[in-house]
């Protein structure tokens, strides 16, 4: 633990996989907000830097080295989380890995620790910051879950499964306690610029490739989900409930209009990057 500063009337969201990436951001948007942040990730140095770029600005936030899968290392995390702020209002379930393996030959030992990390560590971490805000009669909850969850994304090993595991776990995360103060959504993010991605977004023809399938034309940021996490973690959202928002520029709607196509000059192209053409 590091970083602290005591103040138990700040409301406390607690941040998974926060040392870097979307997670990260989304710590310093909820930290903007108002909230007093515990930043949990397996890279202990790495969340205690987010930590300290927080509290070097005079905002609130502790750190912790957690494997969200582990139950013993998270009701430690959350026990010291709760001495430097009180009760947790907001979990965001954001930790995730990706193996790149086919189907056939998908080692048990990857498929294992990815449905643990990406699945078991969500449902821990729902189990025991969830009984917290069942005592407390409210609180909410964001899986950022992926939009391989709902479409197959090839080569990925058990990311997919588990991808769509944990939409399954927000509905019935939702349905189960909805009623009893919490509300719990999913967040689908498309292709986003994080360090997980380096090699391809640094690849200019394949970041080209792929800003050609998404309709507003671009890869998107980790700042353009935490926003979505905010908005979700809000009164705003008060009636929203066991939702999974693709926040992805359009991609997943877009599967037609990467349909190739005949030009008038005779080219074969996608009707999506004949309409760049026209703009
Ligand atoms: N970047 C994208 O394009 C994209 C798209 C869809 C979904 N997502 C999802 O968004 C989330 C964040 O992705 P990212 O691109 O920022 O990844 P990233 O690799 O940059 O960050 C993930 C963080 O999670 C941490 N982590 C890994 N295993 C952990 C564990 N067992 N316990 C605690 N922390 C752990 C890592 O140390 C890392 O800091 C993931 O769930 C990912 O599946 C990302």
């Known amino acids: 633990m590091s970083n602290e500063s005591k103040n138990i009337e700040a409301p406390l969201a607690i941040v998974t996989g926060a040392a870097r990436g ?3 951001a989304i710590a310093q948007r909820l930290s903007s907000a108002g909230y007093a942040v515990a930043i949990w990730d397996f890279n202990g140095d790495g969340a205690a830097a987010t930590a300290a770029e927080l509290t070097a600005s005079g905002r609130r936030a502790v750190s912790a080295q957690v494997d969200v899968a582990d139950e013993s290392q998270v009701k430690a995390a959350t026990q010291a989380a709760e001495a430097a702020f009180g ?8 930790a995730g890995i990706r193996h790149r393996e086919p189907l056939e030959t998908l080692a048990r030992a990857s498929w294992d620790r990815e449905i643990a990390t990406n699945l078991t ?3 821990v971490c729902t189990q025991i910051l969830g009984g917290r805000m069942l005592a407390a009669g409210k609180g909410a909850i964001v899986n950022i879950a992926s939009m391989s969850g709902s479409y197959g994304q090839a080569m990925r090993g058990a990311y997919t499964p588990s991808k769509a595991g944990i939409i399954g776990l927000t509905s019935l995360t939702a ?16 292709m986003i610029s994080t360090p997980a991605h380096v090699e391809a977004y640094s690849n200019e023809e394949l970041k080209t490739a792929r800003e050609a399938m998404v309709p507003l034309g671009r890869i998107g940021d980790g700042a353009e989900i935490a926003d979505v996490v905010a908005f979700l973690a809000s009164d705003a959202a008060r009636y929203i409930n066991g939702a999974n928002i693709p926040v992805d520029g359009g991609v997943t709607k877009a599967l037609l209009a990467l ?5 008038a000059n005779g080219e074969i192209e996608t009707t999506l990057a004949q309409l760049d053409l026209r703009s």
């Open 121 to 123: 560590g969500p449902f």
């Open 175 to 190: 349905v189960e306690w909805g009623g009893r103060g919490i509300r719990c959504n999913a967040i689908s993010p498309g």
């Open 87 to 94: 009760s947790p209002c907001l979990l965001v379930n954001n």
């Open 22 to 24: 979307i997670g990260a």
């Open 259 to 263: 349909m190739p196509v005949p030009t």
